[in-house]
Structures are given as structure tokens and as C-alpha cells.
């Protein structure tokens, strides 16, 4: 039987080959388990409550888009409900899915699991891919799927998922928000927001079109400036609209950082770990009501446990230490990827966010050997060379990467590593 290019790289044998990215994912941030995890201060209560939507929500959130996965690429279902049940005994209480998570599979780990419980328990999150859904009666296939799939009767909080120019247009076009709005009438929906990825003006015409009661951006010490967060911060607290956070750790690399970095922070405390510096810069701001981290080992959900519960807002001086580390974080930065997987499929089968955290691990450690066989273990048919600059990728990016020039340097420099 002949196989597509697609159908071989999902087949058994290319999972297979995978399998130590695929669990190198779900260990995102990829980081060594915190040291001597056991030896640090312990919680001294529940997580953090914050009022979001006026409910009492907290503070972090369990992002379910990184969740632990097995040899076959599937989620480690065990290992999921184990994080979960933890963190719902720590006092958290906010479960974020969405409709292409684990392509499809986290709506329906997550429903399994949370429909054993008292419903006023938790919230239950989701949110609408209007690129997905593409038409008006896609809205109603997808959001039927979403409830279907999450054994749901209502969502606590929903949201229109990544939000920027294109997808408001396409929004507009299939009438999503006048879709949304029956949902909401009929109890489907608790609370309407959106998310957001794109220049903070093309937030403006959002913005007017709904009094939406709390909003998702990507807002980290990193991106404050660079991606222009502090101005969505400001668009949405100016209009009094709660403020969720995602990629709080910018998918992970707050956590790993890099050498220097990482000494600053641990000679200012040498017991906390560099994810909750990152934590607690983003919860010192007051229109923060709910911080999502994909938590997909035991270690980090308890770090970030004794991070929240309760958190402590910076002093002046730790903004101090955060600034210095940053400083000397970004010297040795390379392709800023947030393991968000936006851009996959790709149709020639390029491992972009595999390749992309590969490559900024070797730029932060130098780690010359452990790249080349890291990236000798992707399938040759996975590696940057095979990029045939269709451009596809490079419209889902949410970080705006120019993902085949980015792979077009990895090759060359691979080959040239290679050849030393
Ligand atoms: S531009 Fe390259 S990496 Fe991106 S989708 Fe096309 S072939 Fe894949
Ligand atoms: S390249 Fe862009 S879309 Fe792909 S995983 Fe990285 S940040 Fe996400």
C-alpha cells in the first residue's frame, strides 16, 4: 500500500522515532526536574484566589495543551489525571482546552476526567477556532464537537481563540460572535472572551465590538516589550476587562533560560526556580486574574505550586535581579518559538517545533554532540532541509517567524557542524 508523506510520518514506525520528542514536549519546559525539590519551602496555604468574570478563580490555571504523553504520542492519560487530581486538591479549579489540543484528544482527556466531578467543583475553558471552523455552519459543528467531546452541558468560560486581523475578518465574515452570543443565551456559555495574538491595534476593533469580560495574552517579563504586551495590557485594564495570561513561561524557555541567567536568579535565592520568577513577575500586575501553565511533570506542578500558594508580588529589587537576567538570557537567544504547534501539519512533514526547540537548547547550553544527535534522530524527511518554503507554517505562527529562512540557517549551520 502507498503512503503519503503525511500518513508515513503518523505512522506507527515515525511515531516511534519520535517518541523522545514527543516526550520532550510534553516535559516542557524542558528543564531537569527541579533539585532537591524536596529541601524547599513547602506551601503555606491554597493557591491564590483572584475575581475574574466575578468568579473566584485560581490564579494559576492548568493549560492542557502540553500535557504528559506516552511512547505513542498519545497523552499518558495515568500521568494527566494524577497532575490534575493534585491540583485540584492544592485549591486550583481552572481547566483551559481548546479544540486542536493533542489534535483533539486533551478536550476528551480533560471531559473524562472533570465529569466525575461536582460540576461547581472547577471550571471547564474552550475556545473557538473560527480558522477551523471557516464557516457558519462549521461554528456549530466544532462547538457541538467541543460539548460532545467534554461530556459538557456548558462551558465555564469560553473563549475566540487567537484573535488577530485575519482571524477577526473571518470571524466577522461567518458571524461568530452573533453565534457565540445564542450560545451564551442559552446557558452554553458562562463567560465570553477571546484570545489574542497579533499587534495590539488590531485589538481596537475587537474591542468595540463586544464588551467581552476578560480577555487571554501572551504577557511574560520577555515579551513585556518585545511583543508588545504591556500595550494589550493596557487596551484591556483601560476598558476594565479582566486579564488571563498565557505563555507565561514562554513555552518554557523562562524555565530554561540559560548558564548566566540562571545564576543571577539563584544568587538572588538560590531556592527558587527560574519558572517562578517568571510567575511571580506576571502576577504582581494588578489586572491579572488567571496565569495558564501547561504543567506536564509532577515537579513543575509542585514548583509552581508552592510559587502560588500564596504568591508573594515582587519587591522592587527582585524586578532588579529579572531585568539583569533577562539582559543576559537574551544574549544567547535564537529562535523564539513558544512550542505552541500552530504551525503543524507541515506539508512537506518539517518537525518545526521539534527542530526549533533542538536548536535554542544547543544556542543556551552550546551542547554541540547533543544537538546533532538529537536532530540525527528526527526521520531525514522531518529536518529543516526538506522545507520547500510554501509559506504555510508562517501564517499560523502567533510569534511572526520567519519559519523557513530560521530553518534554511539550522540547516547550514548543521552541515557545517557536521563537518567539523
Ligand atoms: S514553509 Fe517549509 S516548514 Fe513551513 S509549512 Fe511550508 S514546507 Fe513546511
Ligand atoms: S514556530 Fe511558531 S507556530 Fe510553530 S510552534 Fe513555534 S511559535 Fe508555535
Known amino acids: 500500500m502507498n503512503m503519503t508523506r503525511r500518513e508515513f510520518l503518523k505512522s506507527a514506525a515515525v511515531l516511534a522515532a519520535l517518541a523522545p520528542f514527543a516526550r520532550l514536549r510534553a516535559q516542557d519546559p524542558a528543564t531537569p526536574p527541579a533539585e532537591g525539590a524536596d529541601a524547599k519551602p513547602r506551601a503555606t496555604g491554597p493557591i491564590t484566589r ?23 504520542g498519545k497523552i499518558d492519560r495515568p500521568a494527566a489525571e494524577r497532575l490534575w487530581s493534585r491540583y485540584l486538591e492544592a485549591g486550583g479549579n481552572y481547566f483551559d482546552t481548546a479544540y486542536m489540543y493533542h489534535d ?21 475553558v474552550d475556545k473557538m477556532p473560527v480558522w477551523m471552523a471557516r464557516t457558519e455552519d462549521g461554528l ?9 467531546r467534554t461530556k459538557a452541558e456548558y462551558f465555564d468560560f469560553y473563549l475566540m481563540h487567537s484573535l488577530g486581523w485575519g482571524n477577526w475578518d473571518l ?14 443565551k442559552e446557558g452554553r456559555i458562562r463567560h465570553l472572551g477571546f484570545s489574542f495574538h497579533d499587534a495590539p491595534e488590531a485589538m481596537d476593533p475587537i474591542l468595540d465590538a463586544y464588551d467581552w469580560e476578560f480577555a487571554m495574552i501572551q504577557l511574560n517579563y520577555q515579551d513585556w516589550t518585545r511583543y508588545r504586551s504591556k500595550e494589550q495590557y493596557e487596551k484591556l485594564t483601560a476598558k476594565g476587562i479582566d486579564v488571563a495570561v498565557m505563555e507565561p513561561l514562554r513555552g518554557g524557555a523562562l524555565a530554561r533560560l540559560n548558564d548566566p541567567a540562571k545564576a543571577i536568579l539563584r544568587q538572588a535565592d538560590p531556592d ?71 504551525c503543524v501539519p507541515c506539508p512537506a512533514g518539517v518537525a518545526i517545533p521539534e527542530i526549533f526547540a533542538l536548536w535554542n537548547a544547543y544556542k543556551a547550553d ?4 547533543r544537538f546533532l544527535r538529537g536532530y540525527e534522530k528526527l526521520p531525514e524527511d522531518a529536518r529543516a532541509s526538506e522545507c520547500v518554503r510554501c509559506m504555510r507554517c508562517t501564517k499560523h505562527c502567533p510569534q511572526k517567524i520567519a519559519i523557513p529562512d530560521e530553518l534554511a540557517k539550522i540547516d547550514a549551520e548543521y552541515l557545517a557542524l557536521k563537518g567539523d
Open 104 to 124: 483533539g484528544e486533551s478536550e476528551v482527556a480533560v471531559g473524562e476526567f472533570l465529569s466525575k466531578r461536582p460540576r461547581d467543583s472547577y471550571f471547564l
Open 171 to 184: 470571524a466577522r465574515k461567518i458571524h461568530a460572535l452573533e453565534f457565540l452570543l445564542e450560545r451564551k
Open 272 to 342: 527558587a526556580s527560574p519558572a517562578s520568577w517568571a510567575f511571580r513577575w506576571v502576577a504582581s500586575l494588578p489586572g491579572v486574574k488567571l496565569i495558564n501553565s501547561g504543567m506536564g511533570r509532577d515537579s513543575d506542578l509542585e514548583d509552581n505550586i508552592r510559587t502560588f500558594s500564596p504568591v508573594k508580588e515582587l519587591s522592587d529589587d527582585e524586578r532588579g535581579t529579572i531585568a539583569a537576567a533577562l539582559a543576559a538570557f537574551q544574549q544567547s537567544q535564537a529562535v523564539p518559538c513558544t512550542a505552541c504547534r500552530y
Open 366 to 369: 552550546g551542547e554541540k554532540g
Open 50 to 72: 483572584r475575581t475574574m468574570a466575578g468568579e473566584s478563580v485560581s490564579l494559576l490555571g492548568f493549560g492542557c495543551m502540553r500535557l504528559p504523553r506516552g511512547g505513542d
Open 140 to 148: 456549530k459543528r466544532v462547538f457541538d464537537d467541543q460539548l460532545a
